[in-house]
C-alpha cells in the first residue's frame, strides 16, 4: 500500500468516481457512492482497500478478501463476493496504474531531494549558461560553460553538466548524474548515478601496448526517454549514440559507443550492448542480454532475459538463449536435453 508518510493522495474518490476516471464498469452501482480509503496489493487488502487481479493463478484469493473495489477481468467477477464493489476491464492493471496517477499524481514525477525549489546558493552555475524560467538546481549540483538548460527542469544535488550540453524542458536529472557532449530533449528522466557522455571504449594494439582511440561523437537522447540508476551511455567514436524516443531503460545498463536504439523500446537492468549496435522502434531486451558489437536488432523483437545474441534478429522474431536463437528452436533444444536427463539448463 502507498505510505501515507511519503505519498498522500491528491484527493477523496469515491467508487463511481474511480469507475468515471478508468472507464471500467462498475458491476452495482448502488455502491457507487461510498468512498475507498487506499490502494493496496491483492494479498494486502482489507476493508477500505482498492486492489486488482489479474492472473487465473491467483483466483482462490478471491474468496477471503475483504477489499472495498477490486479491478477484474469478466471471467474472474463471479469469484467476487456481492458487497465488493468489482470494477470489470479487460486491463485490471493498466486500470488499476491509471487510478494510482490519478491519485498520486507527484508518485510519477521528480521533485527537489530537497524539498526546495530555485536556484541554491551552494550551487555553481557557469555565466554563460542558460537557464529558462522554473528550473530548480540543488545543492553542490555545478553547470558548465555554454549549457543550456529548459523550463521545469530539475537539476539535483551533485549533478554534473559538462560545458555546451543541451537539457530540454521538464526533465530531471538525479543526483550525482554526469552529463558531457550530450544533448537531452524534453521530459528526459536520469534517475541518480547516471553517466552519459563519457569516452566509449576504444583503444588498438600499438607499440607502447594499448592505445586510446578518439571518441568525437555525442549522445543524443531524444524526448520522454527514462533511465534507470547507474546507467552508463557512452558517446560515439565519429557517429552519434542515440536513444529514440519514449524508450525506457532500467538501472545497471551499459550502452556503448554508437549505439542506435528505436523509439518505445524498453531495456531491463543489467543489459550490455556493445558498440555500434542497432535496435529498431518497440523492442524488448529482458535482463542481462548481452548483444554482440555491429549488430542489427530489428523492430518489435523480444529478447528472453540473460540472453547472449550474437547474430543479426529480424522485425517482429522472439529470440532467447545462449546463444541466442529463435525461440521455439531454444524451446525445442532445451526439452530435447531434458528428455536425455541432463541438467535443465541451456
Given at each position: 500500500m502507498a505510505d501515507p508518510m511519503f505519498f498522500k493522495p491528491a484527493c477523496r474518490m469515491t467508487l463511481g468516481d474511480?469507475?468515471?476516471i478508468t472507464g471500467a464498469s462498475l458491476r452495482?452501482?448502488?455502491?457507487a457512492s461510498n468512498l475507498f480509503d487506499k490502494l493496496s496489493a491483492l494479498d494486502n487488502a482489507g476493508e477500505g482497500d482498492v486492489t486488482f487481479i489479474e492472473n487465473k493463478k491467483y483466483v482462490d484469493r478471491?474468496?477471503?478478501l475483504k477489499a472495498a473495489g477490486i479491478f477484474c477481468p469478466q471471467e474472474l467477477a463471479s469469484r467476487v463476493s456481492s458487497h465488493i464493489a468489482v470494477f470489470i476491464t479487460k486491463n485490471p492493471h493498466r486500470d488499476f496504474a491509471l487510478l494510482a496517477r490519478h491519485l498520486y499524481p507527484d508518485?510519477?514525477?521528480?521533485?527537489?531531494?530537497?524539498?526546495e525549489g530555485g536556484i541554491s546558493a551552494s550551487a555553481y552555475i557557469h555565466p554563460t549558461a542558460q537557464l529558462e524560467d522554473n528550473v530548480t538546481v540543488e545543492a553542490g549540483a555545478a553547470i558548465g560553460q555554454g549549457v543550456s538548460i529548459g523550463s521545469g527542469t530539475l537539476i539535483s544535488a551533485n549533478a554534473v553538466i559538462a560545458a555546451n550540453?543541451?537539457?530540454g524542458r521538464q526533465s530531471y536529472i538525479g543526483p550525482n548524474v554526469s552529463l558531457k557532449n550530450t544533448l537531452l530533449g524534453n521530459r528526459v528522466y536520469l534517475h541518480p548515478g547516471v553517466c552519459v557522455g563519457q569516452d566509449g571504449f576504444g583503444f588498438l594494439p600499438g607499440p607502447a601496448g594499448l592505445e586510446k582511440v578518439p571518441q568525437l561523437g555525442r549522445v543524443i537522447i531524444q524526448d520522454d526517454v527514462e533511465i534507470g540508476s547507474n546507467t552508463t551511455i557512452d558517446r560515439g567514436a565519429l557517429d552519434d549514440t542515440i536513444i529514440g524516443e519514449g524508450t525506457k531503460i532500467d538501472n545497471q545498463v551499459q550502452i556503448a559507443?554508437?549505439?542506435?536504439?528505436?523509439?518505445?523500446?524498453?531495456i531491463a537492468?543489467?543489459?550490455?550492448?556493445?558498440?555500434s549496435v542497432t535496435i529498431g522502434d518497440m523492442t524488448m531486451l529482458g535482463g542481462a542480454v548481452g548483444l554482440a558489437d555491429h549488430l542489427t536488432i530489428g523492430s518489435r523483437v523480444q529478447i528472453a532475459a540473460r540472453s547472449g545474441v550474437m547474430n543479426d534478429i529480424p522485425d517482429g522474431e522472439k529470440w532467447g538463449g545462449l546463444p541466442a536463437r529463435p525461440i521455439k528452436q531454444w524451446f525445442r533444444e532445451v526439452a530435447t536435453l531434458r528428455s536425455f536427463g541432463l541438467p535443465k539448463k541451456d
Open positions: 474511480i469507475a468515471e452495482d452501482p448502488q455502491l478471491l474468496s477471503n508518485a510519477v514525477k521528480p521533485d527537489s531531494w530537497s524539498g550540453c543541451t537539457v559507443h554508437n549505439v542506435r536504439i528505436g523509439r518505445y523500446c524498453v537492468a543489467q543489459c550490455g550492448i556493445a558498440g
